[in-house]
């Protein structure tokens, strides 16, 4: 109950302190702008013939809605953990009667209507120019997946993270884990555009529900009951990444409080 009292207060501080650091929040969200570079050299490819199921509609709509979705899933927290970690600012957390991943996950979600309100024209582009699924199923399934490949996305993040408790640093294995993400997730490339094989291993890892699974959806490149068994598969990767997380992020704690950090 202590949790369920004070998480609107944390929400509260962190939409002040993404307020507060708007102009950086916005640096970072320049910095996500890969779909826009796709979508200029898939335009231009497909302008004379389609490429599979894809023509210039198509995809504007595909690689402008992966610009929203990157933006309204994305976690920072990689780099908030590994630096409190390393810095030992992360005891001054420890000291406080609620969890750390509890407060960095307000911080986090704080942050989405100031940049949900930058994606708006976006929006309003990709609506535009874009056939999205008017189908009410498939859009209940999109903002769930929404949900899923944030927890997925922050979930990993911690899981990353907490990594720094026994490394240097975690930001290597993390640009590992973010080339890997830029390949297999579908951010640079549709996966439906990659060969049968490469493709049945995107559906296995969990990059392609960050970013991928929610643009297939809005963007109608697949069926209900295809979208339905999806989720699943998406929601299974959440709650294995949370288990994952929350277990390494407990396990370095006890090593932090040991060597005294």
Not at 76 to 92: K, P
Not at 202 to 224: I, K, N, Q, S
């Amino acid at each position: 109950m202590s949790v369920l009292r004070a998480y609107p207060t944390l929400l509260r501080v962190g939409f002040a302190a993404a307020l507060a650091y708007r102009a950086e929040m916005i640096i970072w969200m320049l910095t996500t702008t890969m779909p826009l570079v796709s979508l200029a050299i898939w335009s231009a490819v497909s302008r004379e013939n389609p490429v599979g199921r894809f023509g210039p509609t198509e995809f504007t709509g595909y690689f402008l809605a992966a610009l929203v979705v990157r933006q309204i899933t994305g976690s920072w927290l990689i780099w908030e953990l590994n630096y409190e970690i390393r810095q030992g600012t992360l005891s001054q957390r420890l000291l406080k009667p609620i969890h750390p991943l509890w407060v960095y996950s307000a911080s986090n979600l704080a942050a989405l209507p100031l940049r949900a309100g930058l994606c708006i024209p976006i929006l309003g582009i990709a609506v535009f120019y874009a056939n999205f699924t008017q189908n009410p199923t498939l859009l209940a399934i999109f903002l769930l997946s929404l949900v899923g490949a944030w927890c997925i996305n922050f979930f990993a993040m911690t899981l990353i993270g907490s990594l720094a408790f026994y490394l240097e640093s975690a930001t290597g294995v993390f640009e590992l884990w973010l080339v890997t993400f830029m390949v297999l997730s579908g951010y640079v490339v549709p996966l439906e555009l990659f060969p049968g094989w490469a493709r049945s291993v995107a559906h296995v890892l969990p990059f392609r529900y960050t970013l991928g699974f929610p643009v297939e959806v809005v963007t109608g490149l697949m069926d209900v009951r295809t979208a339905a068994s999806q989720l699943a598969v998406q929601w299974a990767w959440a709650l294995s990444m949370a288990i994952l997380g929350i277990l390494a992020f407990r396990a370095g704690v006890r090593r932090f409080g040991a060597f005294g950090g």
